[in-house]
């Protein structure tokens, strides 16, 4: 969703201050599966255990978030 696609019954808050300029996001939800991915204004250059480490951040992040459907 593109800012200026936020509505009064958008989830998305009108004013809210991005933390990831230039970033595109892409969600995809279906059936059991819930997909997300984002694309990058620039390479990562991370080293293995820089990987690892982002690699469990985003697990424990996208777990928060999920967790309530789990109640």
């Known amino acids: 969703m593109k800012l200026s696609q936020i509505t009064e019954k958008s989830h998305y808050?009108?004013?809210?201050?991005?933390?990831?300029?230039?970033?595109?996001?892409?969600?995809?939800?279906?059936?059991?599966?819930?997909?997300?991915?984002?694309?990058?204004?620039?390479?990562?250059?991370?080293?293995?255990?820089?990987s690892e480490k982002l690699e469990a951040d985003l697990h424990y992040a996208v777990e928060k978030v999920l967790s309530s459907m789990f109640k």
């Open 13 to 50: 808050k009108k004013n809210h201050s991005c933390k990831t300029p230039d970033a595109v996001y892409s969600t995809t939800i279906s059936g059991d599966t819930v997909k997300v991915s984002v694309k990058l204004p620039f390479e990562t250059g991370l080293t293995k255990d820089e």
